[in-house]
Protein backbone atom coordinates (compact mmCIF):
# COMPACT_ATOMS: atom_id res chain seq x y z
CA UNK A 1 0.00 0.00 0.00
CA UNK A 2 1.30 3.85 -0.79
CA UNK A 3 1.31 6.16 2.27
CA UNK A 4 -1.51 7.31 1.74
CA UNK A 5 -3.63 4.42 1.11
CA UNK A 6 -1.99 2.65 4.36
CA UNK A 7 -3.07 5.79 6.63
CA UNK A 8 -6.48 5.58 5.66
CA UNK A 9 -6.96 1.99 5.98
CA UNK A 10 -5.32 2.67 9.56
CA UNK A 11 -7.82 4.99 10.51
CA UNK A 12 -10.64 3.09 8.75
CA UNK A 13 -9.44 -0.18 10.89
CA UNK A 14 -9.77 2.10 14.41
CA UNK A 15 -13.09 3.36 13.31
CA UNK A 16 -14.74 -0.04 12.33
CA UNK A 17 -13.19 -1.53 15.66
CA UNK A 18 -15.09 1.35 17.43
CA UNK A 19 -18.32 0.56 15.47
CA UNK A 20 -18.09 -3.13 16.31
CA UNK A 21 -17.32 -2.30 20.11
CA UNK A 22 -20.34 0.29 20.14
CA UNK A 23 -22.55 -1.86 19.03
CA UNK A 24 -21.41 -4.77 21.63
CA UNK A 25 -21.91 -1.63 24.27
CA UNK A 26 -25.32 -1.43 23.33
CA UNK A 27 -26.34 -4.32 22.44
CA UNK A 28 -25.13 -5.80 26.16
CA UNK A 29 -27.37 -2.38 28.06
CA UNK A 30 -30.38 -4.06 25.96
CA UNK A 31 -29.98 -7.58 26.92
CA UNK A 32 -29.27 -6.64 30.34
CA UNK A 33 -32.03 -4.67 30.93
CA UNK A 34 -34.10 -6.99 30.16
CA UNK A 35 -35.32 -7.84 33.76
CA UNK A 36 -35.53 -4.42 33.89
CA UNK A 37 -38.14 -4.38 31.38
CA UNK A 38 -40.49 -6.91 32.69
CA UNK A 39 -40.75 -5.24 36.04
CA UNK A 40 -41.29 -1.80 34.59
CA UNK A 41 -43.82 -3.03 32.31
CA UNK A 42 -45.54 -6.12 34.21
CA UNK A 43 -45.02 -8.29 31.19
CA UNK A 44 -43.90 -11.91 31.33
CA UNK A 45 -41.25 -14.21 29.80
CA UNK A 46 -43.50 -15.16 27.01
CA UNK A 47 -44.19 -11.36 26.08
CA UNK A 48 -40.30 -10.98 26.68
CA UNK A 49 -39.63 -13.65 24.01
CA UNK A 50 -42.26 -12.37 21.24
CA UNK A 51 -39.88 -9.15 21.06
CA UNK A 52 -36.96 -11.01 21.10
CA UNK A 53 -38.67 -13.09 17.95
CA UNK A 54 -39.59 -9.53 16.43
CA UNK A 55 -36.43 -7.85 16.87
CA UNK A 56 -34.34 -10.99 14.59
CA UNK A 57 -36.72 -10.75 11.70
CA UNK A 58 -36.59 -6.84 11.94
CA UNK A 59 -32.61 -7.60 12.01
CA UNK A 60 -32.87 -9.97 9.03
CA UNK A 61 -35.50 -6.87 6.99
CA UNK A 62 -31.93 -4.45 8.34
CA UNK A 63 -29.69 -7.00 6.10
CA UNK A 64 -31.78 -6.41 3.07
CA UNK A 65 -31.80 -2.81 3.68
CA UNK A 66 -28.03 -2.87 4.48
CA UNK A 67 -27.45 -4.72 1.04
CA UNK A 68 -29.38 -1.96 -1.00
CA UNK A 69 -27.63 1.09 0.82
CA UNK A 70 -24.23 -0.45 0.26
CA UNK A 71 -24.40 -0.45 -3.52
CA UNK A 72 -24.86 2.94 -3.17
CA UNK A 73 -21.83 5.54 -3.81
CA UNK A 74 -21.40 5.33 0.12
CA UNK A 75 -20.70 1.94 0.55
CA UNK A 76 -20.97 0.03 3.30
CA UNK A 77 -19.48 2.74 5.19
CA UNK A 78 -22.99 4.64 5.19
CA UNK A 79 -24.58 1.41 5.97
CA UNK A 80 -22.71 1.09 9.35
CA UNK A 81 -22.72 4.46 10.20
CA UNK A 82 -26.39 5.19 9.41
CA UNK A 83 -26.81 1.80 11.01
CA UNK A 84 -25.49 2.98 14.40
CA UNK A 85 -27.55 6.19 14.44
CA UNK A 86 -30.57 4.25 14.19
CA UNK A 87 -29.69 1.87 17.54
CA UNK A 88 -29.00 4.87 18.95
CA UNK A 89 -32.30 6.38 18.08
CA UNK A 90 -34.22 3.08 19.10
CA UNK A 91 -32.33 2.98 22.66
CA UNK A 92 -34.03 6.39 22.98
CA UNK A 93 -37.44 5.19 22.56
CA UNK A 94 -37.19 1.95 24.53
CA UNK A 95 -35.27 4.51 27.55
CA UNK A 96 -38.42 6.52 27.67
CA UNK A 97 -41.37 4.47 26.40
CA UNK A 98 -44.27 5.10 28.39
CA UNK A 99 -46.08 2.33 27.58
CA UNK A 100 -45.25 -1.39 26.42
CA UNK A 101 -46.16 -1.17 23.24
CA UNK A 102 -44.30 2.03 22.40
CA UNK A 103 -41.09 -0.24 23.76
CA UNK A 104 -42.05 -3.11 21.23
CA UNK A 105 -41.96 -0.32 18.82
CA UNK A 106 -38.50 0.64 19.74
CA UNK A 107 -37.16 -2.73 19.52
CA UNK A 108 -38.73 -3.10 16.16
CA UNK A 109 -36.68 -0.01 14.93
CA UNK A 110 -33.38 -1.58 16.92
CA UNK A 111 -33.90 -4.67 15.20
CA UNK A 112 -33.30 -2.70 11.38
CA UNK A 113 -30.37 -1.11 13.23
CA UNK A 114 -29.01 -4.01 14.01
CA UNK A 115 -29.20 -5.78 10.76
CA UNK A 116 -27.65 -2.68 9.62
CA UNK A 117 -25.07 -2.80 12.18
CA UNK A 118 -24.30 -6.91 11.88
CA UNK A 119 -23.85 -6.81 8.37
CA UNK A 120 -22.20 -3.03 7.95
CA UNK A 121 -19.53 -4.22 10.48
CA UNK A 122 -18.46 -7.11 8.52
CA UNK A 123 -18.87 -5.42 5.01
CA UNK A 124 -15.93 -3.04 6.18
CA UNK A 125 -13.99 -5.47 8.36
CA UNK A 126 -14.03 -7.41 5.34
CA UNK A 127 -13.01 -4.94 2.71
CA UNK A 128 -10.16 -3.23 5.38
CA UNK A 129 -8.45 -7.32 5.88
CA UNK A 130 -8.26 -7.48 1.84
CA UNK A 131 -6.79 -3.90 1.89
CA UNK A 132 -4.34 -5.15 4.79
CA UNK A 133 -3.55 -8.47 3.09
CA UNK A 134 -3.92 -10.79 6.06
CA UNK A 135 -6.18 -11.71 8.66
CA UNK A 136 -8.27 -9.26 10.89
CA UNK A 137 -11.32 -10.45 11.41
CA UNK A 138 -10.92 -12.15 14.76
CA UNK A 139 -9.53 -9.16 15.91
CA UNK A 140 -12.34 -6.82 14.97
CA UNK A 141 -14.90 -9.20 17.03
CA UNK A 142 -12.36 -8.77 19.77
CA UNK A 143 -13.65 -5.49 19.90
CA UNK A 144 -17.14 -6.33 19.90
CA UNK A 145 -16.27 -8.35 23.39
CA UNK A 146 -14.75 -5.67 25.06
CA UNK A 147 -17.64 -3.78 24.01
CA UNK A 148 -19.74 -6.15 25.60
CA UNK A 149 -18.41 -6.59 28.59
CA UNK A 150 -18.10 -2.89 29.22
CA UNK A 151 -22.13 -2.94 28.70
CA UNK A 152 -22.95 -5.84 31.18
CA UNK A 153 -20.30 -4.47 33.84
CA UNK A 154 -21.77 -0.72 32.81
CA UNK A 155 -25.58 -2.04 33.78
CA UNK A 156 -24.54 -4.26 36.68
CA UNK A 157 -22.80 -1.16 38.56
CA UNK A 158 -25.41 1.13 37.68
CA UNK A 159 -28.65 -1.27 38.42
CA UNK A 160 -30.78 0.31 41.50
CA UNK A 161 -28.46 3.76 41.63
CA UNK A 162 -29.99 5.06 38.78
CA UNK A 163 -33.84 5.80 38.00
CA UNK A 164 -35.54 3.66 35.66
CA UNK A 165 -38.77 5.35 35.70
CA UNK A 166 -40.02 7.68 33.76
CA UNK A 167 -36.59 6.98 31.99
CA UNK A 168 -34.52 4.30 32.04
CA UNK A 169 -31.14 6.12 32.60
CA UNK A 170 -28.61 3.77 32.24
CA UNK A 171 -29.39 2.45 28.79
CA UNK A 172 -28.70 6.06 27.22
CA UNK A 173 -24.96 5.48 27.43
CA UNK A 174 -25.90 2.92 25.15
CA UNK A 175 -26.91 6.03 22.38
CA UNK A 176 -23.92 8.39 23.80
CA UNK A 177 -21.50 5.15 22.68
CA UNK A 178 -23.24 4.35 19.54
CA UNK A 179 -23.96 7.90 18.06
CA UNK A 180 -19.78 8.65 19.14
CA UNK A 181 -18.91 5.20 17.10
CA UNK A 182 -21.10 6.24 14.39
CA UNK A 183 -19.73 9.80 13.80
CA UNK A 184 -16.05 7.76 14.10
CA UNK A 185 -17.27 4.90 11.09
CA UNK A 186 -18.87 7.95 8.83
CA UNK A 187 -15.37 9.93 8.88
CA UNK A 188 -12.65 7.22 8.84
CA UNK A 189 -14.62 4.15 7.50
CA UNK A 190 -13.14 2.27 4.46
CA UNK A 191 -13.89 3.63 0.90
CA UNK A 192 -13.90 1.39 -1.92
CA UNK A 193 -12.38 2.21 -4.87
CA UNK A 194 -12.56 1.23 -8.50
CA UNK A 195 -9.52 0.47 -10.02
CA UNK A 196 -9.34 1.67 -13.43
CA UNK A 197 -7.35 0.41 -16.32
CA UNK A 198 -5.49 2.80 -19.24
CA UNK A 199 -6.97 0.30 -22.07
CA UNK A 200 -10.37 0.22 -19.97
CA UNK A 201 -10.53 -3.53 -20.52
CA UNK A 202 -10.50 -5.90 -17.58
CA UNK A 203 -9.84 -9.96 -17.58
CA UNK A 204 -12.96 -12.03 -16.05
CA UNK A 205 -10.37 -12.40 -12.44
CA UNK A 206 -10.35 -8.52 -12.25
CA UNK A 207 -14.14 -7.91 -13.36
CA UNK A 208 -14.91 -10.27 -10.99
CA UNK A 209 -12.69 -8.15 -8.62
CA UNK A 210 -14.89 -4.51 -9.31
CA UNK A 211 -17.48 -3.61 -6.62
CA UNK A 212 -21.03 -4.05 -7.87
CA UNK A 213 -22.56 -0.20 -8.12
CA UNK A 214 -25.65 1.57 -9.63
CA UNK A 215 -27.66 -1.24 -7.99
CA UNK A 216 -26.10 -3.79 -10.23
CA UNK A 217 -26.77 -7.36 -10.04
CA UNK A 218 -24.07 -9.45 -7.44
CA UNK A 219 -22.72 -12.42 -8.12
CA UNK A 220 -23.44 -14.65 -5.44
CA UNK A 221 -21.96 -18.30 -5.10
CA UNK A 222 -24.82 -19.77 -3.16
CA UNK A 223 -23.66 -23.26 -2.52
CA UNK A 224 -20.17 -21.73 -0.66
CA UNK A 225 -22.74 -19.17 1.06
CA UNK A 226 -24.91 -22.09 2.37
CA UNK A 227 -22.22 -23.99 3.50
CA UNK A 228 -20.63 -20.46 5.60
CA UNK A 229 -23.84 -20.22 6.56
CA UNK A 230 -23.76 -23.58 8.51
CA UNK A 231 -21.00 -22.74 10.38
CA UNK A 232 -22.56 -19.15 11.48
CA UNK A 233 -25.77 -20.83 12.75
CA UNK A 234 -23.79 -23.21 14.40
CA UNK A 235 -21.98 -20.40 16.31
CA UNK A 236 -24.92 -18.53 17.02
CA UNK A 237 -27.37 -21.04 17.71
CA UNK A 238 -24.64 -22.04 20.70
CA UNK A 239 -24.02 -18.40 21.49
CA UNK A 240 -27.73 -17.28 21.88
CA UNK A 241 -28.17 -20.81 24.34
CA UNK A 242 -25.46 -20.07 26.30
CA UNK A 243 -26.23 -16.28 26.60
CA UNK A 244 -29.61 -16.71 27.53
CA UNK A 245 -30.09 -20.41 29.31
CA UNK A 246 -26.50 -20.18 31.09
CA UNK A 247 -27.14 -18.93 34.24
CA UNK A 248 -31.13 -20.70 34.47
CA UNK A 249 -28.71 -23.92 33.41
CA UNK A 250 -26.23 -23.25 36.59
CA UNK A 251 -29.20 -22.23 39.01
CA UNK A 252 -32.12 -24.65 38.43
CA UNK A 253 -30.19 -27.71 36.91
CA UNK A 254 -26.55 -28.00 38.44
CA UNK A 255 -28.22 -26.20 41.78
CA UNK A 256 -25.18 -23.02 41.49
CA UNK A 257 -26.06 -20.44 44.24
CA UNK A 258 -27.65 -17.05 42.93
CA UNK A 259 -24.35 -15.75 43.05
CA UNK A 260 -22.78 -18.17 41.32
CA UNK A 261 -24.74 -18.67 38.45
CA UNK A 262 -24.34 -15.70 36.51
CA UNK A 263 -20.25 -16.55 36.33
CA UNK A 264 -20.97 -19.07 33.71
CA UNK A 265 -21.97 -16.58 31.27
CA UNK A 266 -19.08 -14.18 32.37
CA UNK A 267 -16.83 -16.72 31.98
CA UNK A 268 -18.05 -17.45 28.46
CA UNK A 269 -17.54 -13.93 27.42
CA UNK A 270 -14.10 -13.86 28.72
CA UNK A 271 -12.99 -16.99 26.78
CA UNK A 272 -14.53 -15.73 23.95
CA UNK A 273 -12.67 -12.77 23.71
CA UNK A 274 -9.01 -14.64 24.90
CA UNK A 275 -9.82 -16.42 21.66
CA UNK A 276 -10.63 -13.69 19.23
CA UNK A 277 -7.11 -12.23 20.25
CA UNK A 278 -5.73 -15.37 19.74
CA UNK A 279 -7.87 -16.04 16.36
CA UNK A 280 -5.61 -13.71 13.85
CA UNK A 281 -1.91 -14.77 14.36
CA UNK A 282 -2.93 -18.02 14.55
CA UNK A 283 -4.73 -17.99 11.19
CA UNK A 284 -1.61 -16.32 9.86
CA UNK A 285 0.25 -19.16 11.03
CA UNK A 286 -1.61 -21.92 10.62
CA UNK A 287 -4.30 -21.22 8.41
CA UNK A 288 -8.12 -21.01 8.37
CA UNK A 289 -8.89 -24.27 7.14
CA UNK A 290 -7.11 -25.47 10.78
CA UNK A 291 -8.01 -23.13 13.10
CA UNK A 292 -11.40 -23.32 12.35
CA UNK A 293 -11.59 -26.95 13.05
CA UNK A 294 -9.52 -26.94 15.74
CA UNK A 295 -11.81 -23.96 17.20
CA UNK A 296 -15.36 -26.45 16.27
CA UNK A 297 -13.63 -29.42 18.49
CA UNK A 298 -12.60 -27.16 21.15
CA UNK A 299 -15.86 -25.58 21.36
CA UNK A 300 -17.94 -28.92 21.30
CA UNK A 301 -15.81 -30.45 24.24
CA UNK A 302 -16.69 -27.59 26.35
CA UNK A 303 -20.24 -27.92 25.34
CA UNK A 304 -19.92 -31.41 26.48
CA UNK A 305 -18.46 -30.70 29.40
CA UNK A 306 -21.75 -28.46 30.31
CA UNK A 307 -24.11 -31.30 29.06
CA UNK A 308 -22.22 -34.08 31.43
CA UNK A 309 -21.27 -31.67 34.55
CA UNK A 310 -21.83 -33.01 37.84
CA UNK A 311 -21.97 -29.64 39.54
CA UNK A 312 -21.74 -25.77 38.97
CA UNK A 313 -17.68 -25.82 39.05
CA UNK A 314 -18.04 -28.41 36.25
CA UNK A 315 -20.45 -26.42 34.14
CA UNK A 316 -18.51 -23.00 34.53
CA UNK A 317 -15.77 -24.41 33.43
CA UNK A 318 -17.29 -25.92 30.77
CA UNK A 319 -19.08 -22.95 29.27
CA UNK A 320 -15.42 -21.58 29.86
CA UNK A 321 -13.87 -24.54 27.39
CA UNK A 322 -16.65 -23.86 24.87
CA UNK A 323 -16.05 -19.47 24.82
CA UNK A 324 -12.32 -20.90 23.69
CA UNK A 325 -13.10 -22.57 21.07
CA UNK A 326 -16.59 -20.83 19.65
CA UNK A 327 -15.39 -17.23 19.47
CA UNK A 328 -13.87 -17.82 16.38
CA UNK A 329 -16.28 -19.40 13.85
CA UNK A 330 -18.30 -16.57 13.19
CA UNK A 331 -15.47 -14.17 12.00
CA UNK A 332 -13.52 -17.08 10.15
CA UNK A 333 -16.94 -17.50 8.41
CA UNK A 334 -16.97 -13.70 7.33
CA UNK A 335 -13.79 -14.00 6.57
CA UNK A 336 -13.82 -17.23 3.84
CA UNK A 337 -17.57 -15.12 2.79
CA UNK A 338 -14.88 -11.94 1.63
CA UNK A 339 -13.07 -14.13 -0.11
CA UNK A 340 -15.70 -15.83 -2.51
CA UNK A 341 -16.13 -13.08 -4.87
CA UNK A 342 -13.87 -9.72 -4.10
CA UNK A 343 -16.03 -7.39 -5.94
CA UNK A 344 -19.51 -8.61 -4.83
CA UNK A 345 -18.59 -9.63 -1.02
CA UNK A 346 -20.72 -6.74 0.69
CA UNK A 347 -23.74 -8.33 -1.40
CA UNK A 348 -22.39 -12.08 0.11
CA UNK A 349 -21.68 -10.93 3.82
CA UNK A 350 -25.31 -9.42 3.82
CA UNK A 351 -26.94 -13.06 2.62
CA UNK A 352 -24.23 -15.08 5.13
CA UNK A 353 -25.57 -11.80 7.51
CA UNK A 354 -29.08 -13.62 7.66
CA UNK A 355 -27.78 -16.80 9.07
CA UNK A 356 -26.72 -14.62 12.09
CA UNK A 357 -30.79 -14.22 13.26
CA UNK A 358 -31.62 -17.67 11.89
CA UNK A 359 -28.93 -18.88 15.09
CA UNK A 360 -30.07 -16.74 17.12
CA UNK A 361 -34.04 -17.94 17.02
CA UNK A 362 -32.92 -21.21 17.21
CA UNK A 363 -30.56 -20.34 19.97
CA UNK A 364 -32.77 -18.91 21.99
CA UNK A 365 -36.36 -20.73 21.49
CA UNK A 366 -35.46 -24.25 20.07
CA UNK A 367 -33.24 -24.83 23.43
CA UNK A 368 -35.59 -23.45 25.60
CA UNK A 369 -38.23 -25.39 23.91
CA UNK A 370 -36.71 -28.77 24.68
CA UNK A 371 -35.96 -27.30 27.81
CA UNK A 372 -38.98 -26.87 28.99
CA UNK A 373 -40.16 -30.30 27.69
CA UNK A 374 -37.31 -32.58 29.18
CA UNK A 375 -34.18 -30.77 30.28
CA UNK A 376 -32.06 -28.04 29.73
CA UNK A 377 -29.05 -30.65 29.18
CA UNK A 378 -31.00 -32.21 26.22
CA UNK A 379 -31.49 -28.86 24.80
CA UNK A 380 -27.56 -27.74 24.56
CA UNK A 381 -27.01 -31.15 22.87
CA UNK A 382 -28.47 -29.14 19.52
CA UNK A 383 -25.87 -27.00 19.37
CA UNK A 384 -22.99 -29.66 20.06
CA UNK A 385 -23.93 -31.71 16.77
CA UNK A 386 -23.87 -28.11 14.79
CA UNK A 387 -20.42 -27.37 15.84
CA UNK A 388 -19.17 -31.17 15.35
CA UNK A 389 -20.83 -30.95 11.90
CA UNK A 390 -18.47 -27.43 11.01
CA UNK A 391 -15.28 -29.33 12.89
CA UNK A 392 -16.23 -31.92 10.05
CA UNK A 393 -16.64 -29.75 6.99
CA UNK A 394 -13.95 -27.62 7.68
CA UNK A 395 -12.01 -28.27 5.19
CA UNK A 396 -14.41 -26.43 2.75
CA UNK A 397 -13.91 -23.55 4.46
CA UNK A 398 -11.21 -22.22 2.60
CA UNK A 399 -10.80 -20.53 -0.91
CA UNK A 400 -9.64 -21.81 -3.81
CA UNK A 401 -9.57 -19.65 -6.93
CA UNK A 402 -9.85 -21.03 -10.85
CA UNK A 403 -8.74 -19.48 -13.34
CA UNK A 404 -11.75 -19.68 -15.60
CA UNK A 405 -14.52 -19.67 -12.78
CA UNK A 406 -15.43 -17.56 -9.80
CA UNK A 407 -14.16 -17.81 -6.78
CA UNK A 408 -15.88 -20.97 -4.37
CA UNK A 409 -15.48 -22.18 -1.24
CA UNK A 410 -12.81 -25.69 -1.18
CA UNK A 411 -11.00 -27.66 -0.09
CA UNK A 412 -7.49 -25.37 0.21
CA UNK A 413 -6.78 -23.09 2.60
Known amino acids: MSAPAAEAARRARIAVSAGFAGQGFAYATVLTSLDGFKDRYGVDDGQVTLVVLGVCLMAALGTVVADRVARTAGGSRVVLGSGLLIVAAAVVVAAIAPVFAVLALGFAVYGVGLGMVDAGTNMQAVAIQREYGRSLLTGFYASWSVGGIAGAVFVAVTVGRTPTDPVAVALLAGTLVAVLAAVGVLRAGWRVTVPVRADGVATPDEALALPVAGGGKPVVPWGAVLLLGLGVVAFYIADTAISTWSTIYLGDVLLAAASFAPLGYAAYLT ?41 PWAGLAGFAVAGAGLGVIAPLCFSAAGDLAPGHADAVVARLNVFNYVGAVLGGVLVGAIGSTSSLQYGFVVPIVLVVVVAILAGRFGVTRHADSPVTAGADA
Open 271 to 311: TTLASRLAGDPLVRRWGRVIVLRAAAIVGAAGLVLVVLAPG
